[in-house]
């Protein structure tokens, strides 16, 4: 069975640090991963895609990465702002046509503190 | 402004009451999904339509039913809601990116 997997579950920071936040699948064949963010109370909003010839891909301060070998994504967020605060979900999509293949991580909650 | 609408945005009902939740979305997007999010469980697909007249199950069907007869609108039936169906409920559409794009979520209390 398909699975998305995503750490820590929460995590507190400084306004201004950064973080990381980790995300690893085991969807097959991969199409593409995607990061969402999620304000408490609001429906989740795109941030990034990676497919599979990607890298690294930055959205602002959001830089998001992918190795396709390992199956591993990380959102690293840089100069964090309290506005950070939210739930970040990794959704990852099976390359077997339609839009029903697709798998939703947990989600990591973060609360960036003054 | 590209929108998905959902309606409404909170609503507590008894079990057994039959109710509707409405989606409507202006992208002319062809597939449109129905989720429930839980604490601890992430996102949970329902229902899903690929187009007008196209609907099928997703991970947690069980109470629930869907109906696509407008390519715009998509409706979350539940005809005998009971307690464990109160949740946070998404409705999202899509289009050929796959990019979902989701409404502001309807949170249901089922007495």
């Known amino acids: 069975k398909n699975q998305v997997e995503q750490s820590p579950q929460s995590l507190i920071i400084l306004e201004g640090k950064n973080c990381t936040l980790q995300?690893?699948?085991?969807?097959?064949?991969?199409?593409?991963l995607r990061w969402y963010k999620q304000d408490t109370g609001r429906g989740p909003v795109s941030l990034t895609i990676?497919?599979?010839?990607?890298n690294t891909k930055s959205n602002g301060r959001y830089t998001a990465t992918l190795d396709a070998d390992t199956k591993q994504s990380s959102l690293h967020i840089t100069a964090s702002q309290l506005s950070d605060s939210a739930s970040y979900i990794c959704v990852v999509r099976e390359n077997s046509g339609g839009y029903q293949k697709v798998t939703f991580g947990t989600g990591t909650k973060l609360q960036v503190i003054p | 402004e590209a929108q998905v609408t959902q309606n409404p945005r909170y609503l507590i009902t008894v079990t057994g009451k039959k109710l509707t939740v409405t989606c409507s979305q202006n992208?002319?997007?062809?597939?449109m999904s129905w989720y429930r999010q839980d604490p601890g469980l992430g996102l949970r697909q329902i229902y899903y339509?690929?187009?007008?007249?196209?609907?099928d199950k997703g991970d947690v069907p069980e109470g629930y039913k869907v109906s696509r007869k407008e390519k715009r609108n998509f409706p979350l039936i539940l005809e005998s809601p009971s307690p464990n169906q109160t949740s946070l409920y998404f409705c999202a559409s899509a289009k050929n990116t796959g990019e979902l794009f989701f409404g502001e979520g309807s949170r249901l209390t089922v007495l």
């Open positions: 339509s690929m187009n007008v007249e196209a609907t």
């Open positions: 990676m497919t599979f010839s990607e």
């Open positions: 992208m002319n997007h062809e597939y």
């Open positions: 995300c690893n699948y085991t969807v097959s064949p991969f199409s593409n």
